[in-house]
């Protein structure tokens, strides 16, 4: 990705600082809130570093939206609904052609793909937010969280209420919280740029043996790290860049080792974009008290709009399916959680359980063919 490039990183890094300063000084002499409303410059001027194309088509995405977003809150009456509904499904429209390119490739290419899935959900939350508050939104504190460009390419998913209050009252940039941020920016990197390659060569070994299957559960394991390395990693780079400006980006990933049932694990797993499906579908349609049944119909619509936001393939559904599927069946059985002070020994197996079923359903997505034929292959091979 663009990020690793280092000419790009040195001049991201290189924007962070400058701004890191500028804010220490406006903190002394004038406003830090004041300043960050105007974040917008070098946010353009970044993104266009990386695209000229980029930086035009969010710009006008962000007007566009803003536009949208405004209209939302103009409804009335039984209209109010309708409104909302089509709001919602104009941000969108980028996305669904950009999902109707997956099935005819021969469509013209008329929107920038970059990050369009990720901002696509911001656009629709300040719809919501706009919606269900009636109040208006600030036009400097929305362009500066579209175009926000630590997140402008993936996840952790903002939220306009949170970041519009992260932006009018920002953290005091200083040398402890530099150092924080100083840290959590080389974690980032170091496991996006060395443990990720280690790890990438270690599953292509385990891949180039004799199938057996002991190897294929060891390279769902090794499946399952790459893919955390990887999000994650993209993760820490976000919020220390986030840190540097002195606002806060969510955290994306909350120890999901630990979690002892597939409902636990979804909390702590792209927390942001689970939270978001869960809480603009799902929650919304059904209020949030929910029956077992109702649970059971929220997990796994969850997880299905999760596989099809990531693509129209018959991967992506399978995944949503079998996902769902475990999710629906925890609530039916009353099994979402593990009650405090439950045998050691029963939690360790729980978690054991999530970890091997979702390391499986990794490999669909980090293996080529040929490595994927040959895990499921030793899984069969005796």
């Known amino acids: 990705m663009w990020f690793l490039e280092a000419d790009i990183a040195l001049r991201l890094l290189g924007g962070c600082l400058l701004w890191a300063i500028l804010s220490m000084l406006a903190r002394k002499f004038w406003s830090q809130a004041k300043l960050d409303r105007f974040l917008v410059i070098l946010d353009l001027a970044l993104i266009a ?12 995405y962000t007007v566009l939206t803003y536009g949208i977003a405004h209209l939302a809150g103009r409804g009335e009456g039984k209209g109010r609904k309708p409104l909302f509904v089509f709001c919602c499904l104009l941000c969108a429209v980028p996305f669904f052609y950009l999902r109707l390119l997956d099935l005819f490739p021969e469509l013209p290419l008329l929107f920038a793909l970059t990050g369009l ?12 937010y706009v919606y269900y ?12 969280y579209m175009l926000f460009f630590p997140v402008i390419t993936a996840g952790p998913i903002l939220r306009y209420r949170d970041f519009s209050h992260s932006l009018a009252r920002p953290e005091a940039v200083n040398g402890e919280s530099l150092t924080r941020d100083f840290k ?20 292509a070994r385990l891949t180039a043996f004799t199938p057996r299957p002991w190897l294929s559960v060891i390279a769902c394991l090794f499946s399952y790290l790459l893919l955390w390395l990887d999000m994650s990693g993209y993760a820490d780079i976000a919020i220390a860049m ?56 929220m997990g796994f619509g969850t997880m299905m709009v999760m596989g099809l936001w990531h693509g129209f393939s018959l991967t992506f559904v399978l995944d949503g399916l079998m996902n769902g599927s475990l ?21 360790f197996f729980r978690r054991c359980i999530v970890t091997l079923v979702f390391s499986f359903t990794t490999i669909f997505y980090t293996l080529d063919q040929t490595q994927l034929a040959a895990v499921l292959h030793g899984f069969v091979n005796l």
């Not at 570093?49 to 006008?60: D, K, M, N, R």
């Not at 002892?260 to 499906?277: E, G, K, M, P, Y």
């Open 49 to 60: 570093y990386v695209s000229e194309w980029l930086a035009v088509f969010y710009a006008v």
């Open 117 to 128: 899935a990720y901002n696509m959900l911001k656009a629709v939350d300040a719809v919501y």
């Open 133 to 144: 508050t009636g109040e208006k939104l600030d036009f400097l504190h929305y362009a500066n």
């Open 184 to 203: 959590r920016l080389i974690r980032g990197y170091f496991k996006k740029v060395v443990l990720l390659v280690l790890v990438s060569a270690v599953l």
């Open 242 to 297: 986030g840190g540097f400006l002195g606002l806060k980006v969510p955290e994306n990933f909350k120890s999901p080792l630990k979690a002892a049932s597939f409902t636990q694990f979804w909390r702590n797993w792209h927390v942001s974009l689970t939270d978001w499906i869960r809480e603009h579908i799902f929650v919304v349609l059904n209020g949030k008290r929910l029956n077992r049944f109702q649970g059971a119909f």
């Open 327 to 347: 999710l629906a069946i925890e609530h039916l059985l009353g099994i979402t959680t593990v009650k405090r002070g439950a045998n050691r020994y029963y939690l």
